[in-house]
């Protein structure tokens, strides 16, 4: 990754949710901080679906958990339908939260295990008594809280009669998942945060939760923001894809064109590792070497330079923002993959990432 | 290339496994043959449950004997190795026979520096001095490609990545020389760019020492590029077995075919629809007769919900596979047909009525 930076941002009043130059640290024991966030901005349009990619510990969740304010973020803004959501307190921030809604990776996990599913798909209603939950269809009337728990169930594939007595640990986890799913549009929320929601589940279960997400998306003009490591679980429901590496963006985009044509040597190796049932023998090589460098000691200036192939020295000492390389593509990198044959050598010696200093 | 009378490093023959659970026998691996040539790579793959490790496990003697009952045979290099004698087997498993688990961190001792855990075998087994083990140690580590091995011997599991830890166990696994490795999920944990990395290295290594590899996993895609020979598992059996590219050019059991086209691929359109398994895989502790996977079967007729298909194949072919109707054939696409235009099949699932194969009911 890469870059910081605010020019991939839309207007704002053409997009729901937007994030800008978003900081989040943890503390990690003996006075350390993480910086698991580092300036990064984004937007979603309402109805779209963002795909938040990259490997694990980039960020990504720290991104999400920091848009729900759970925690509030070291720096930035998020805006919801032009609301900044972190200049909101107690109540105020409480009633807007209902409106963001999270499914996570382990299912099972995130429900009370005490509790049976139709309470568990009901709770959000008793926590929010005075929400109005709205019918798809019929845009104003608030229904009975009991036709909306066997509604919500049904449009996750699953019948109140059948199921609503029973706990959790009844439940497979694609089952689980399906559960969660529901609890999170009981309250007709205007953003779904989908924390790898399908890592955990068997591919044959896999296909079913992501079908039924994008169904749902149809069904109540969701909005999301869907963060998975596997590429192309996240292309296959993304409209815009944002790559992520050690807490920054790398690049953002329409989904088909950064996955035709990669713009930042992360997406490209990212895109070459992924094994393809359809590509023959695997070959051998030519992706990244190494591991990434640990987030207590991110590279200087671009921090994916430790194992970037077109690394030089300008990489190592500023900082690359995002720009605009075609319509609506954002790619932070001093010398981005174009459809012209690159010359970083140009700019100056070419440093073999071999021979770049790697942090630990 | 490979002589036919070469003895097959192994020969797995009827491998039954079954578990003692609180809701009676659970029969995790049910009759699993194949054989495996050295040099090459053979690919389980299965979902979640499916018996991929019971098999891996009852192959390398490493189930609790208390709970579980294996029969069936194991020959390693020709050698019956489940009839040896404690003594004898004793320089078998972790020798001739090694494994990459799942998951290193529960497979590496925590309290032990990595190196001494990748020399342990060479002083019991190969009887090294504590120097020339330690010596072999840092070759092994500088093989499977980590960088500065004369720091990280005197480290701990926790103070290495996980790349670095599986890289580790792939060490520990390789020092006595084994003639066989079984990867069991190597990779499952890792990042896509590592699981190359990783992926890559055992394919070397399997290159450079003529091993004979299975590699287990879940992902259709990492067997693709990667093995001679596949089996694919559902319910503790096999119900396909065929070189490699001949699997991925003519699918025949409906499990394998709905599988791989369930998975997404980068090769795909975003927004592309899915085809979907309806139900979830069987409990095997409460196995009915019939085929296990006829619930969940587009194909299903009358006779899978009675009797178990056993695996065959043409004469002469190399590919087998365990179904009744399989794709591709006559009878399986009238099958399919025939199911489709009642709007559902013998097994009672409901089926789209002239639906394209991508569109079963959701
Ligand atoms: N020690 C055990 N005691 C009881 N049942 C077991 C034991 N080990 C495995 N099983 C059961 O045997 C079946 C096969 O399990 P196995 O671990 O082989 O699956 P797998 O194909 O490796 O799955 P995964 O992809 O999740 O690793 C499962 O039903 C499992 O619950
Ligand atoms: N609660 C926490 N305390 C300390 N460090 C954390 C915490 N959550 C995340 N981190 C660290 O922040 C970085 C980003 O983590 P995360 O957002 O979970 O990444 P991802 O979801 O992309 O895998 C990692 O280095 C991780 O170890
Ligand atoms: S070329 Fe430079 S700026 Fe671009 S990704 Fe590589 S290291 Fe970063
Ligand atoms: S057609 Fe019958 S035998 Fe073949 S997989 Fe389906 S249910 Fe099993
Ligand atoms: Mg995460
Ligand atoms: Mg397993």
């Not at chain 1, 020019?7 to 993480?34: F, K």
């Not at chain 1, 009337?141 to 996750?156: E, G, K, M, W």
């Not at chain 2, 795909?268 to 629809?273: K, L």
Request: with cysteine.
């Amino acid at each position: 990754m890469a870059g910081v930076g605010t020019a991939q941002l839309r207007p704002s009043d053409e997009v729901l949710l937007q994030v800008t130059d978003l900081y989040v640290e943890h503390s990690a024991g003996r006075r350390r901080t993480v910086r698991a966030v580092s300036g990064v901005s984004f937007d979603v349009a309402c109805g779209e679906t963002l795909g938040l990619v990259g490997e694990s510990g980039c960020g990504k969740s720290s991104t999400a958990r920091a848009v729900l304010q759970l925690p509030r973020p070291t720096s930035g803004t998020v805006t919801l339908d032009g609301t900044d959501l972190t200049t909101l307190r107690g109540e105020e921030l409480r009633r807007v939260r209902s409106s963001l809604q999270m499914i996570f990776q382990d299912p099972l996990a995130s429900l009370n295990p005490r509790r049976r599913v139709a309470d568990i798909v009901r709770e959000g209603l008793d926590i929010w008594p005075d929400h109005r939950c709205l019918d798809a269809d019929d845009g104003g009337t608030p229904a009975p809280a009991a036709d909306r728990v066997r509604a919500v169930l049904d449009s996750v594939g699953m019948d109140l009669d059948e199921i609503g007595g029973r706990r959790p640990h009844e439940f497979s986890g694609g089952q689980a998942q399906r559960i969660c799913i529901a609890r999170a549009l009981m309250l007709d929320p205007q953003v779904l945060i989908c924390d790898e929601p399908v890592s955990a589940l068997d591919v044959s279960i896999q296909a079913q939760i992501l079908n039924l997400l994008e169904d749902l998306k149809g069904l109540y003009g969701l909005t999301m923001l869907f963060i998975a490591h596997d590429l192309a679980v996240v292309k296959s429901v993304s409209d815009r894809v944002c790559v992520m590496y050690l807490g920054r963006i790398c690049e953002i985009g329409p989904t088909e064109a950064i996955f035709d044509r990669p713009a930042h040597p992360y997406t490209d190796a990212l895109l070459a590792s992924v094994p393809q049932i359809d590509a023959g023998p695997a070959v051998a090589g030519d992706v990244l070497t190494g591991d990434p460098p640990s987030p207590f000691d991110a590279p200087t200036g671009c921090r994916f330079r430790t194992r970037c192939p077109r690394a030089t020295e300008r990489c190592a000492e500023q900082v690359p923002e995002l720009s605009e390389v075609s319509a609506g593509r954002f790619v932070a990198c001093h010398f981005p993959l174009t459809d012209e044959p690159a010359h970083p050598a140009d700019d100056d010696a070419a440093v073999g990432h071999s021979t770049t200093p790697t942090s630990p | 290339m490979n002589d036919p009378h070469e003895i097959p490093t192994l020969v797995v023959e009827d491998l039954c496994t079954s578990f003692a659970t609180e809701r009676g026998p659970l029969q995790a691996v049910d009759g699993v043959s194949f054989t495996l040539r050295r040099g090459r790579t053979l690919g389980v793959v299965g979902e979640s449950g499916s018996g991929k490790s019971a098999t891996a496990r009852s192959i390398m003697n490493l189930l609790p004997p208390g709970t579980s009952a294996t029969t069936g045979r194991v020959l390693l290099d020709g050698r019956d190795v489940r009839s040896l004698s404690r003594a004898e087997s004793r320089h078998v498993w972790g020798v001739e026979a090694a494994m990459v688990f799942q998951n290193p961190m529960t497979s590496l001792n925590p309290v032990i520096p990595v190196g001494r855990q990748i020399g342990e075998g060479l002083r019991y087994h190969r009887k090294l001095s504590r120097a020339a083990a330690g010596r072999r140690a840092r070759e092994l580590l500088e093989q499977v490609g980590i960088a500065d091995p004369e720091r990280r011997l005197a480290e701990y599991p926790h103070q290495l990545s996980g790349g670095m830890r599986q890289r580790v166990m792939i060490a520990v696994a390789l020092a006595c020389d084994p003639k066989l490795l079984i990867a069991d999920e190597p990779t499952t944990a890792l990042d896509v760019t590592v699981q190359k990395q990783i992926l890559d290295l055992l394919d070397r290594l399997r290159q450079q020492r003529r091993m004979a590899m299975v590699l287990i996993t879940h992902d259709l895609s990492v067997v693709a590029g990667r093995t001679d020979d596949v089996i694919v598992m559902y319910a503790g059996r096999v119900v396909e077995q065929a070189p490699t590219r001949q699997l991925f050019s003519a699918m025949r059991h409906p499990y394998t075919q709905a599988l791989f086209e369930s998975i997404p691929k980068v090769t795909q359109p975003s927004h592309t629809r899915l085809r979907i398994i309806q139900g979830r895989p069987p409990d095997l502790a409460a196995l009915g007769p019939g085929c296990a996977f006829a619930p969940r079967c587009a194909h299903a007729q009358p006779r899978c919900c009675r009797e178990t298909p056993p695996l065959s194949g043409s004469e002469g072919a190399d590919a087998r596979h365990a179904c009744f109707y399989p794709a591709g054939t006559t009878v399986g696409e009238a099958a399919l047909a025939a199911n489709r235009a009642a709007g559902r099949t013998a097994a009672g699932l409901a089926l789209a009525a002239g639906a394209a194969a991508g569109a079963d009911v959701a």
